[in-house]
């Protein structure tokens, strides 16, 4: 009878650690979900970057807010450009942000699913500078306190204005 007492004691202690052991592992995953969303959360996918249609000296960067986003205001949106024609990254913030659609109107909020324009200057980074051409510049768009962008634009030893460069 002692025995049997003690199996289902021992049998208790047991299940009580499986299950506090399974809680914690639900708790790591669930805390790892919420991580990886928020830091996709409001990132731009980017589809291409050209050379600024109205001058070379500009960056026009095709993309959209990446699957699951919130809308995001675009006075939160902040990017550096780093080059070899400049000691320093070019950095700001606030682009002017355009809708892809028929009127091309500067907008305050991406939307999820809104194709967009964003407008970087390349003032010191520009892609028509000489010591730009032929060579890699990188760009990052960061999205509010959601995810970061990166991507390396191919500078071409001919540059204008729509020029492809990713």
């Known amino acids: 009878m002692i ?14 650690v499986i299950i506090q052991t399974a809680e914690k592992l639900q708790q790591n995953a669930q805390s790892t979900g919420d991580d990886t969303s928020q830091s996709m959360n409001g990132k731009i996918m980017v589809s291409t970057v050209v050379a600024g249609t109205n001058a070379a000296t500009d960056y026009e960067i095709y993309a959209r ?15 550096q450009i780093i080059c070899e024609a400049s000691a320093t990254p070019e950095e700001g913030s606030d ?9 091309n109107a500067d907008i305050a ?13 390349g003032a010191g980074c520009a892609p028509n500078l000489a010591n730009n051409l032929n060579t890699g510049v990188q ?12 991507e390396t634009l191919n ?3 001919q540059v204008d204005p729509g020029t492809p460069l990713i």
């Open 109 to 121: 909020t991406i939307l999820p699913s809104m194709p967009v324009m964003i407008t970087i200057p």
């Open 95 to 103: 682009p002017v942000v355009d809708e892809m659609d028929q009127t």
């Open 155 to 157: 500078i071409p030893a």
């Open 65 to 79: 807010l990446a699957p699951g986003s919130e809308p995001l205001a675009t006075d939160q949106i902040f990017y």
């Open 139 to 150: 760009l990052y768009i960061h999205a509010g306190g959601g995810g970061t962008s990166f």
């Open 3 to 16: 025995v049997f007492i003690a199996l289902i004691l021992v049998a208790a202690v047991a299940a009580a």
